[in-house]
């Protein structure tokens, strides 16, 4: 959500945040709703006025024994033309509210202008791709080979884009997944929330998936909605508070399932796990002063790099630009994982930056040591990492010419020492 204040003073700022994301320019629009607003706030404010007079006057016509006929006619007058202005300020108002409302965010000055991912800006590899003497097979190959991924059983149950995984690699993906919370809790300094994963329409709201998401969305039959991420209830633990400053930067993380529709995926990645409704995954949320968020969002891209390297994965990081970046997000970075079954790279995990995008919506402030009044906070959120990615990853980078999956050293001691998944179990 933006600024009105912010609005008035810079529209050509504004106009121009529009543009790089690819939208017209829309200052003068608001600008006019914004006045309309105002304007009928005045006027009512004015007829309020008015009426108290009259009805006062009104009050002394009676005590004299005059007549106040024409007085309460125009009393009456006056409650319709209010009438008129409340309607007209409420219309303006929900006109305003929804349009800021379905606006994404401005991009920070450094992020790369462009349509599509076709101008994202590389900024690191890290590690070595693995070099086989032989053809790497995709992780629907080997799960299924190995008799531990069932597609059609999880079918049966649920229809397409789900999974049944079965004995160690069912294992396997629990132990990424306790890994990976353990990681973020234990050496980079989360804490750890266990929160609800339905929530209410505000608190989507308050993280930008409504009202213009609402369709990637689960919802259930009594009104609640299925988290897309834990980014949603972590973030929303922010809503209505004010800070003190020295509680910045409050770090979070939970572990979830997460449930997304996929609208408008048909088609895409149609076989496997790349995709799915249910998944699990290792959220990050920061609770940042203004002035440090942008080093929070290289740190917080740190902590999830950290998983991939103790996993001993390849991955490279990139900017994503303008066209390619996320409704709330005023920076992101993406971490793209090798995957050699694909021979190409996906990926695993996103930070972003919202600056004080999801906090305006939220009403999420802190308290300056220095200085009145409040300020909002920033916040930021990032998967450390997705756990379906994480196995499939594992899979195609640790397999074996004999269809076993080598299991990578920092995930024994979650799998009972277990070196290797293989056929025989």
């Known amino acids: 959500m933006f600024d009105l204040k912010w609005i008035r003073e810079c529209p050509a700022a504004f106009d121009e945040g529009l543009q790089r994301r690819g939208l017209e320019p829309l200052s003068a629009k608001v600008l006019a709703l914004d ?13 309020q006025t008015r009426r108290n007079e009259v009805s006062k006057a009104i009050g002394e016509a009676k005590r004299k024994g005059e007549d106040a006929e024409a007085q309460m006619a125009e009393v009456a007058a006056l409650k319709d033309r209010m009438a008129e202005a409340e309607a007209r300020e409420r219309q303006l108002g929900a006109d305003l509210d ?41 992780h629907f190959e080997l799960g299924e080979a190995l008799g531990l991924m069932d597609f059609e059983a999880a079918a049966k149950l649920s229809g397409a884009r789900f999974v049944v995984l079965k004995g160690p690699l069912a294992r396997l993906h629990r132990a990424l997944a306790q890994f990976m919370i353990d990681r973020q809790t234990e050496e980079n300094g989360y804490t750890e929330i266990n929160p609800p994963i339905l929530v209410r329409d505000e608190a989507l709201y308050g ?13 259930t039959a009594e009104g609640f909605w299925m988290i897309p991420t834990a980014e949603v209830p972590l973030t929303n633990l922010a809503a209505d508070e004010i800070f003190d400053e020295t509680e910045l930067p409050l770090r979070v993380t939970a572990l979830t399932p997460c449930f ?58 990139i900017t994503l630009s303008t066209g390619d970046m996320g409704f709330g997000a005023r920076k992101t970075y993406d971490i793209e994982v090798w995957l050699p079954g694909q021979k190409a790279y996906r990926e695993i995990s996103s930070c972003s930056n919202c600056g004080d995008f999801q906090a305006r919506r939220m009403k999420a402030r802190f308290r300056p040591s220095q200085g009145k009044g409040t300020r909002f906070v920033h916040t930021l959120n990032g998967s450390g990492i997705a756990v379906g990615r994480a196995l499939i990853a594992v899979m195609e980078n640790y ?4 269809g076993s999956i080598v299991v990578p050293e920092a995930l024994r001691r979650y799998m009972a020492g277990r070196e290797v998944i293989a056929a025989h179990g």
């Open 260 to 317: 997304r529709s996929e609208a408008g995926s048909a088609g895409k990645d149609t076989r496997g796990m790349m995709r799915q409704h249910q998944f699990e995954k290792v959220e990050l949320v920061s609770i940042a002063h203004p002035e440090q968020s942008d080093a929070e969002l290289e740190r917080m891209t740190s902590c999830a790099e950290g998983v991939l390297q103790a996993l001993g994965l390849h991955y490279r990081v």
């Open 35 to 47: 006045a309309g607003r105002r304007e009928a706030v005045g006027a009512l404010q004015e007829l």
């Open 207 to 219: 993280t930008g998936q409504l009202p213009k998401f609402a369709e990637d969305q689960f919802r």
């Open 399 to 402: 397999q074996k010419a004999d």
């Open 98 to 138: 929804e349009l800021l409302a379905g606006l994404p965010n401005a991009p920070a000055p450094d992020v790369p202008d462009g349509p599509d991912e076709s101008a994202n800006r590389l900024e690191r590899e890290v590690g070595d791709k693995p070099a086989f003497d032989f053809e790497a097979k995709q």
